[in-house]
């Protein structure tokens, strides 16, 4: 496997002034809940960006960091993802990632930074590329825990044109990135408003959900994996769909809630969401059936900003039981408000819908800037 080019093809050792991994301290980090921000290949996003949350966040001590001689992390360094399900992700470490002035790799991240003869942008943009990923992937050896080792990343072969062409490709894949900075900003203001427009909702009296909603449980049919026969039809379980299966129970549009599970608390996706068409639904998720459908999209809106943790019983194990989401309490204004108000949010929607695309598109711009340069 190689990246096609005109220009010669070289290793990656002789573009490198460093390519090192970190390491933590004995017995982990789990103990930690403050100091320096210890990244692993969780931290390394699909989208080649660094991903931190509050909850993901761990930490060596100070005085291990200051100690450490390899695997501190400076603006514009190249974390790739060493081992594991996803070895060969890839991010490009920006400071303003996160909001610590020092951070350092663990054992599971390879740290690279070129030398004068190599623009640090043109090689990550090399190696996030569809190619550079197949590359990456090609060169993982090991069998139950597969990974990239110093050795085989060292040996891969990248093309190098000069080093103004490099900074053409750089230059023109930074005004796709800052086009698509500006989406995500677009998008974010338009999700603000929509959330606006959901807490004005507080305005209004409150009612159970029980009063405005059919329950529809009893149809729900959880199905093994092993017992599913393959087919078209979504099957819808906690958080989303989880599988396609040969027959449907439902053929309409309702709205699902989950019943169970970390996301509960967790919310790192909707615990609302609707299905619509031919679906099979398992007993992980509740359907509610609604009368009026602006009713039952400000219901979905409202609960994915609601926070639900009197309605959830259970630690280890999350539930959002029926008695509990029946007694939840919506604010509604009359029906004719309510259509107003989802009109306004789906023009919203529509412009997220565009820029999103906008955004989807732009991964396929930048592999075309590489062919154009290199091949």
């Given amino acids: 496997m190689k990246i096609e080019s005109k220009f010669e093809q070289v290793k990656l050792d002789s573009m490198l002034s460093v390519l090192e991994s970190g390491k933590r301290p004995k017995g982990g980090v789990g103990e930690y809940q403050n100091g320096i ?30 100690k450490s001689k390899q695997g501190k992390i400076k603006n514009l360094d190249i974390l790739i993802c060493k081992d594991g399900a996803l070895t060969g992700k890839i991010a490009l470490f920006y400071k303003n990632d996160i909001d610590f002035p020092q951070s350092i790799i663990n054992e599971h991240v390879f740290l690279l930074r070129t030398n004068q003869n190599t623009n640090q942008k043109y090689l990550f943009n090399i ?18 825990q597969g990974g990239l080792n110093r050795a085989n990343l060292l040996n891969i072969k990248i093309p190098l044109p000069p080093k103004e062409v490099q900074e053409k490709i750089v230059t023109e894949i930074d005004k796709l990135e800052k086009r698509d900075i500006k989406a995500l900003e ?3 203001k338009f999700q603000n408003s929509i959330s606006q427009y959901i807490q004005e909702l507080n305005n209004h009296s409150k009612i159970n959900l029980s009063d405005i909603a059919e329950n529809w449980d009893s149809k729900r049919k959880p199905v093994t994996k092993g017992d599913r026969t393959k087919g078209k039809y979504p099957y819808y379980g ?36 609707t299905a619509s068409g ?15 459908i602006a009713t039952h999209k400000l219901v979905e809106l409202y609960i994915n900003q609601l926070d639900i943790s009197e309605y959830i019983t259970g630690q280890a194990q999350p539930k959002l039981n029926q008695n509990n989401l029946n007694n939840i309490k919506i604010p509604l204004p009359p029906v004719k408000e309510q259509e107003r108000i989802v009109a306004e949010i789906e023009k919203l929607e529509i412009k997220i819908k565009a820029l999103e695309k906008q955004i989807a598109e732009i991964p396929k711009l930048k592999e075309n800037i590489l062919k154009k340069h290199l091949e």
């Avoid at 989208?47 to 005085?63: A, H, Q, R, T, Y």
């Avoid at 190696?127 to 139950?144: D, M, R, Y």
């Avoid at 599988?243 to 599970?261: A, H, M, N, Q, R």
């Avoid at 970390?262 to 996706?269: E, H, P």
């Fill in 37 to 66: 921000p210890s990244l692993g290949g969780e931290h390394i996003g699909l989208n080649g960006k660094i991903k931190v949350f509050k909850d993901n966040l761990k930490f060596v001590p100070v005085e291990y960091f200051e």
């Fill in 186 to 188: 677009g998008i974010k």
């Fill in 238 to 273: 906690a958080s989303g769909i989880v599988d396609y299966v040969s027959g449907f129970i439902l053929d309409d549009t309702v709205l699902l809630i989950s019943e169970d599970g970390a996301n509960l608390k967790s919310r790192v996706y909707p615990i609302a969401f």
């Fill in 278 to 292: 031919k679906i099979w639904v398992n007993n992980h998720a509740h359907i509610l059936k609604f009368d009026n």
């Fill in 127 to 144: 190696l996030f590329s569809s190619k550079g990923q197949e590359l990456l992937k090609s060169n993982i050896s090991g069998q139950a």
